[in-house]
């Protein structure tokens, strides 16, 4: 049994939150999608894309009645825009985010929103280096993993954004919104900044494109995320970020030395570590 | 004008070897293939595959005769198994490899192939994390970029070499040993191992099958290499892969104390140059 919604309001337009109209759209679980942004001309595009169907530029006027709220914004901005909106949403509203990071998010909505809490935080692991509207597409979260806040206090409320995600496609996973950024600081926003430092390390070296392999386009894939997004990450998961940056640190300390003073049985013994350890973290093994 | 090779002798008869075997039997350039190899099941496996037409245990005897010989061992074995094959190869046979690193190579080639040289290293930059005869594809250097020495003793085998890989659907570039290494140094084997040490950091944290997404996958992906292919690279290139470790590590500590301390400014522009450095060293910008 599939929910419907009357109205939806999408909270920036972009990859994630013009994809989730889409799905909901392809599966008829909408009557209206209204889209917020500050730009007029992206929101103009997605209408144009029949990802939206009314613009708005404000956010609380396009949360009035709305059955269902995304916030789709950089994790940074949303406790500032759930105190916004919290006023004007219907008590039986449905209200989630899609950011990266969860602990700021889910603390705040905890401590500011009224009871029965209608907001459970979602991480929809479905990133990509590619943004905005006209990349968004309705089988984005199929088969996607989709994080949700564990908090006993919103029951409810996860059961329905549950059935949300997994009416579009998701794989659900509920995990306590702490230990779901310390995890991730380890399998996305570290990867994320090594292949950073991987690319600038390439291009500080001249002119190395002829030397340009599928092995560096697919490390280094990530590092064309969008920045802003990315600071507001490191800035949600300062913690946990900075302790496995400097786990990482010391680890390809210990290689270097290995490399240079040319141990070859422990070269052997990294390599084969490494590659059991990705087989692990994919479940592969 | 594409040459013809009677017996082509490949030693190593992997995903490399064995793709260069099918490439030239798939374009008719050469009358019999002669595979080397330590495991007879390997050598079975690539003749039931009809990537080799003889199976020879001693590289020595199979390279006797040969028109074409191709070294397709780990970096680490090359030297010997030229010193090995060097008496027996014809005074017109032309010699090249597959190794990913050049310099020490290339330098032992000049250093003990009678004159004129015979001998010119390649490097088909076409790795890939499969490996074993099963994965060997005719197309596989369609489009690649292969370096070879650009040694001006040995002008001759070099247009030569070029013309095995421009036949094969390869892009050649000539380039100094010493200036690939350091170069591959940054676009490849550091992207490996700092790949390495991303894995390892994920698959300490526990459990994190559910919070590992396609971002993970890509940065991943060339640490399930195989570990002595990868052992001999960065033991034929220690000075190049350590200075350029260092450097990559002196960064991401700038980045982890930006990010422990909340310098929002700074990650942004950190995001923004690894987004550009990446389309620079991919020739995007």
């Given at each position: 049994m599939t929910q419907r919604y009357g109205a939806v309001t999408i909270i920036g337009v972009g990859l994630l939150g013009g994809s989730l109209a889409l799905a909901l759209k392809a599966r008829q679980l909408t009557d209206t999608v209204r889209g917020v942004g500050r730009n007029p001309e992206t929101l103009?595009?997605?209408?144009?894309?029949?990802?939206i169907?009314?613009?708005y530029l404000d956010p609380v006027e396009a949360c009035r009645g709305a059955d269902l709220i995304v916030v789709c914004t950089p994790a940074g901005a949303v406790p500032a825009m759930l105190d916004a909106i919290q006023p004007v949403c219907e008590?039986?509203?449905?209200?989630t985010d899609v950011a990266s990071t969860k602990a700021e998010i889910c603390e705040h909505a905890a401590r500011t929103w009224p009871a029965p809490l209608r907001f459970i935080g979602s991480h929809p692991m479905a990133g990509s280096e590619k943004f905005g509207p006209e990349h968004a597409t309705p089988t984005l979260y199929e088969g996607c993993v989709t994080i949700v806040d564990s908090n006993p206090a919103a029951a409810e409320a996860r059961g329905e954004v549950t059935a949300l995600w997994q009416a579009v496609g998701a794989r659900v996973v509920a995990i306590e919104?702490?230990?779901?950024?310390?995890?991730?600081?380890?399998?996305?926003?570290?990867?994320h900044i090594v292949a950073g430092c991987v690319a600038r390390l390439a291009a500080s070296?001249?002119?190395?494109r002829p030397m340009v392999g599928t092995g560096f386009r697919d490390v280094t894939r990530v590092a064309a995320g969008r920045p802003e997004l990315w600071r507001d990450i490191c800035l949600t998961n300062r913690k946990a970020i900075a302790e496995g940056l400097e786990a990482l640190e010391r680890d390809v300390a210990d290689v270097r030395r290995m490399v240079a003073e040319g141990r070859a049985e422990e070269l052997d013994a990294?390599?084969?570590?490494?590659?059991e350890a990705r087989?692990?973290?994919l479940g592969e093994s």
């Open positions: 103009e595009k997605a209408a144009a894309l029949g990802i169907d009314q613009e008590a039986s509203a449905l209200v919104p702490a230990l779901h950024d310390a995890l991730v600081a380890r399998t996305s926003h570290i990867p070296s001249g002119d190395v990294f390599f084969a570590d490494a590659q087989g692990k973290a």
